[in-house]
């Protein structure tokens, strides 16, 4: 159990049978009347986010999360399946349980996925991650001067916006977060 008193930003708890995590909150002492605590949450499974005000003193379940590091293996059409890195034993997942990221995925790459009652719900992975450019428009001499950016498809399938002189065979440094590209590497 949780109660408003253990409240702190990114804890977790389980509210209307769905697993919340706490971005923000603020504990309110009225002249008047009872304290309450002010709160803003996000359902760890669609991403929603929303605020609600809770009397001083509620408990709360706390949602069955289990985070573990998992190294991605392959992925086989829209399954993928991953080798759970301290017991060795390997999960197939389908992409709509493990988000909109999963074309970053290359192989080999050590990720943690968020386990809410058995099924996945969220998958972190690292801030940077290392992809070949596989497919992209020639660079035209002189175009580099306008810093405009081409479409670039990585080897995982993914599509990144790069410069105009990065050419097919690069290496490219990608922020998972923002899918942007960040350097070249060499």
């Known amino acids: 159990m949780i109660s408003t008193s253990d409240f ?33 949450l996000k359902n760890l499974k669609t991403g ?25 293996l392959y992925s086989s059409g829209d399954s993928y399946t991953f080798m759970d890195t301290s017991t060795y034993e390997q999960f197939t997942y ?10 970053l995925l290359k192989e080999e790459t050590i990720v943690q996925i968020l386990i809410y009652e058995g099924t996945p719900i969220s998958v972190a992975l690292p801030i940077f ?10 660079g035209v001499r002189g175009d580099t001067a306008s810093g405009g950016t081409k479409p670039a498809v990585v080897e995982t399938g993914a599509t990144i916006k790069v410069p105009l002189y990065l050419e097919i065979g690069e290496i490219i440094k990608v922020d998972t977060r923002t ?8």
Request: charged letters at 35%; aromatic letters at 8%; proline letters at 5%.
């Open 8 to 40: 702190r930003n990114g804890a977790r708890l389980k509210l209307a049978g769905a697993p919340f995590s706490i971005i923000e909150f603020q504990h309110v002492k009225p002249g008047k009347g009872g304290a309450f605590c002010r709160t803003r």
């Open 94 to 103: 389908e992409k709509s349980q493990l988000g909109d990221r999963t074309d």
């Open 129 to 138: 991650m290392e992809l070949k450019v596989v497919e992209t428009d020639p």
């Open 179 to 186: 899918r942007a590209y960040v350097e070249r590497v060499r």
């Open 48 to 72: 929603q986010v929303l605020d609600r005000t809770f009397r001083s003193g509620e408990k709360f379940d706390e949602p069955d999360l289990n985070e573990c590091d998992m190294q991605f």
